[in-house]
């Protein structure tokens, strides 16, 4: 039996253990962070209440965190293939797979992640049938602008990354890493404290909160203190799942697949990272390094020729790569949530 084959078992016995006729539709949600995460906490539980309530208890959706049901990398063929009704995945984990939604993983974008995730979602929404158009998406969003963590300094400069193992936060950081002399060693994010503190990696890339949420604050003690990087997550739902539904119980559906909510589900979370670095201020023993001027402009000079390689990626594809791109910038500008 295949690993997918015993996921569906476990997922069809979980669910039979489900009091009988709790609602007409019982769906699964599958992700790969803790339960206590504030994703799941205020994003997950609350929109899983919202559809119950709105469907009048028609809708019932049962959430499994921490890869319960399968590794963090698998979730979007988990919900191709109906091991799960709802996969929440990080397209960044399948390098080269996503080439479109790849441009939310450009450093230096993203001013803040709740106006641009509504603008995330909009703009993807134009696209999505394009490379996803085996499952039905959801909801596209962001994480709070996260940095890089280091066990050791100094990390001020690009230069600082060279020889050094790195965790990076998806496959577009990997090449940046790489380019300037570093190491990419990826991992999903529940696995980087045993990365680090193996000594396999000597850094990593993480929103500020993150670095408390998987016991990382005593394992990087050294932090660039600087907005530098956003990724991507969407909720992907088996497409036969969806198109299955009655008419009312689809509405239902629409309605909590919409920019709204994915500026919603990200909202609480984003307000969790940026408080992680006042966190991280008021305990002993970390150094901020704080990049002047000159050595931002070191850095966003790092980063621009990734543009390029985006583009090359999306027209290889066969898509319009100017035109997505500056699609995606116009969006980003009128949601208020580009970094100019």
């Not at 085996?134 to 280091?150: A, N, Q, R, Y």
């Not at 119980?249 to 408080?275: F, L």
């Amino acid at each position: 039996m295949t690993i997918k084959q015993l996921a569906l078992v476990g997922v069809l016995a979980l669910s039979t253990a489900l009091p009988a006729g709790a609602a007409d539709v019982e769906l699964t949600l599958s992700h790969w962070v803790p339960g206590t995460h504030p994703l799941h906490v205020t994003g997950m539980e609350p929109w899983a209440e919202s559809i119950r309530d709105a469907s009048n208890g028609r809708i019932e959706i049962t959430i499994y965190p921490a890869q319960q049901l399968g590794n963090a990398a698998d979730h979007y063929d988990m919900a191709r293939d109906m091991v799960v009704d709802i996969g929440f995945i990080n397209p960044g984990y399948q390098p080269g797979r996503f080439p479109i939604l790849a441009a939310g993983e450009l450093p230096f974008m993203f001013s803040n992640a709740v106006s641009g995730s509504r603008a995330l979602h909009e703009w993807y929404a134009q696209y999505a049938e394009q490379e996803m158009a085996d499952v039905h998406v959801c909801m596209v969003h962001l994480h709070d602008p996260g940095t890089l963590h280091s066990k050791t300094g100094p990390l001020l400069v690009p230069e600082d990354l060279r020889g050094k193992n790195i965790r990076p936060a998806h496959a577009t950081m990997a090449r940046l890493v790489s380019a300037l002399g570093g190491a990419s060693v990826q991992v999903p994010a529940p696995e980087i404290r045993e990365l680090l503190s193996k000594g396999a990696a000597d850094m990593t890339a993480s929103p500020w909160g993150s670095v408390f949420t998987f016991g990382l604050e005593d394992a990087v003690t050294h932090h660039l203190d600087m907005p530098f990087y956003a990724t991507t997550f969407a909720f992907v739902m088996n497409k036969t799942v969806v198109d299955g539904l009655s008419p009312e119980d689809r509405e239902v559906i629409d309605a909590h697949c919409s920019p709204e909510w994915s500026e919603r589900i990200a909202t609480e979370w984003a307000a969790y990272e940026a408080a992680g670095r006042e966190r991280l201020l008021a305990t002993e023993d970390h150094t901020f390094h704080t990049p002047d001027a000159a050595q931002i402009q070191l850095w966003k000079a790092a980063g621009a020729p990734l543009t390029d390689e985006w583009k090359r990626a999306v027209s290889a594809a066969g898509h319009d790569a100017d035109a997505i791109y500056e699609s995606f910038i116009e969006t980003l500008r009128r949601h208020n949530a580009l970094v100019e």
